[in-house]
């Protein structure tokens, strides 16, 4: 659902920017173990095609003359000193949705602006902070406590905010009510550039090979005019128009509010604190009753818990447990929670203990017998699992699946056990593969009669191997979306050596083909 749209005259949208959102979660994430790296220069990075590309960086990395979206080789050109961090987009996505949902302290609804910023209803709120300057200053100091760099904005219009909040002065405020809301707006915006707009940018190219810099300048020119240049755009994002008539308020622009769920919670406040291992498994025992109840009143089973324990001397010691499937089994959560609480040190006693679970999927009620439930639905085979993670660790277990790509070595993916395979991998037309492959293919020596004739004799581990049968070649191409222009052919062979063995070798490359000297021999498989 939308949020709702009063007026403009009467409406007012705070507009959050984090600038350095990433970054900042990171800091708060790593915590003491990350102050070294931060001492210097320092980005985060994430793999593409053609290297490492950074995505966030900090001021000593900014200053040294590295910069977002550009690849890590050309920054350490510049600053060979820089030290690397892997980005974690989503990461940033489930903290900026943290952050709306404790934003809503300054009004009634918050929307994400991803990926960095929030835009939150402050319609008739800043009387209670003493103005809307106050609430400025509030939201100012509220995100320094959290040690978030932060700009922000008050507008009629969303658009508004946004434009001030990233390219106007900081803390800005436009008014305006009446008919005088939307000249208020134009006059204290004119002079932003156009990228204010939240425009693609292959868009404002284009407005700036027309010569319109600044967001005053789209006035000079008729409506009719821009209209002709971009009438086959529907998107906002690609139409100058729509986003300027979104920012004045002459048409509403739908924002999708941040809904909090309610997770299940239960917990117990205890009379006496209790030390004693055994006592604490009662506790446990009786607040997993407790959720497999909530639960089942909900349709819903767990799949994330979390069991928190609060200590007489104010610490708090929190176990997450996560589930292969879904289930509101309480047998089944004490014995999973049994091995967490091995080390737990109850100090002077625990006073409060609390269960939640954080992720809850729909789990429909049913009546019948538990073995042919366990048979029918693959309860016992998730138990099992839960149970081995809870002993091996959680990536421990995991099963491979099949991944579109031609490319051997990367034709199957590891995930969760009982997660569903991804609905787009689908069956690709491959030649019959060996039963085992080499977790990475080894260099051979191979005697051939020719360069692009078959295999004669190879030797592999210090083992020559004379060749009695060959089929081939199979002719594989490199992936040209995320391989370098000078990735090389392959050419795989079948071939069974004279005692009878039988393996998968591939050459590397062919003769003349330009990108580099002769071709190499490689043995990725064993044959059946």
Aim: aromatic fraction near 6%.
């Amino acid at each position: 659902m939308s949020s709702p749209a009063p007026s403009v005259s009467g409406r007012r949208i705070l507009s959050l920017w984090l600038p350095a959102l990433a970054m900042d979660r990171w800091r708060l994430a790593m915590g003491e173990a990350g102050s070294a790296l931060d001492a210097g220069p320092l980005v985060l990075i994430a793999d593409t095609a053609h290297g490492p590309r950074i995505e966030a960086l900090n001021r000593i990395a900014l200053e040294a003359g590295a910069r977002r979206g550009t690849m890590l080789a050309d920054a350490r050109t510049l600053c060979p000193a820089i030290a690397t961090a892997p980005a974690d987009p989503a990461a940033d996505l489930a903290f900026l949705e943290k952050l709306a949902l404790w934003g809503r302290r300054w009004g009634p609804w918050s929307a994400m602006d991803a990926p960095d910023g929030l835009l939150i209803d402050v319609t008739a709120v800043p009387h209670l902070y003493g103005g809307e300057q106050s609430l400025l200053a509030d939201v100012a100091r509220a995100f320094a406590r959290r040690k978030l760099a932060v700009r922000a904005a008050i507008a009629p219009t969303a658009g508004a905010a946004w434009a001030l909040s990233h390219y106007g002065p900081p803390d800005a405020i436009v008014g305006g009510t009446g008919s005088s809301a939307e000249d208020d707006i134009a006059r204290a915006l004119s002079d932003l550039p156009v990228a204010a707009l939240r425009l693609d940018q292959d868009v404002l190219t284009v407005l700036r090979r027309l010569g319109l810099k600044r967001l005053g300048e789209l006035g000079t020119i008729g409506r009719d005019a821009i209209q002709r240049r971009f009438r086959n755009r529907k998107s906002p994002a690609a139409n100058p128009l729509i986003r300027m008539d979104q920012l004045l308020g002459r048409v509403p622009e739908p924002l999708l509010p941040v809904v909090q769920q309610d997770m299940p919670l239960v917990q117990r406040r205890l009379m006496e604190p209790i030390r004693h291992r055994p006592l604490l498994d009662q506790v446990l025992g009786d607040l997993a009753a407790d959720m497999a109840r909530e639960l089942e009143g909900r349709g819903e089973g767990a799949r994330r818990l979390e069991i928190g324990l609060w200590r007489v001397d104010g610490e708090v010691i929190v176990r997450r447990l996560e589930l292969a499937a879904a289930t509101r089994e309480a047998a089944h959560i004490c014995r999973l929670f049994a091995a967490k609480l091995d080390d737990v040190d109850a100090g002077f006693g625990i006073e409060m203990v609390r269960l939640r679970a954080s992720w809850a999927e729909p789990l429909a009620l049913e009546q019948g017998d538990i073995e042919a439930a366990a048979e029918a639905h693959g309860t016992s085979l998730a138990a099992c699992i839960d149970r081995l993670t809870v002993r091996l660790g959680e990536k421990a277990v995991s099963r491979p699946v099949p991944f579109a790509s031609h490319i051997p070595e990367r034709a199957q993916r590891w995930q969760r056990p009982l997660d569903p395979e991804p609905a787009s991998q689908g069956d690709l037309p491959f030649h019959k593969r060996p039963l085992k492959l080499l977790d990475t293919a080894e260099k051979i020596a191979v005697l051939y009669a020719t360069p692009d004739g078959y295999p004669k004799r190879f030797r592999w581990r210090g083992q020559v191997h004379e060749v009695a049968r060959v089929e081939g070649p199979e002719r594989i191409a490199p992936e040209w979306w995320r391989e370098r222009g000078s990735a090389r052919l392959r050419d795989y062979y079948r071939i069974e050596d004279d005692t009878g063995r039988r393996y998968w070798i591939y050459r590397l490359g062919i003769v003349g083909d330009g990108r580099g000297g002769m071709p190499d021999w490689y043995l990725q498989g064993l044959c059946a």
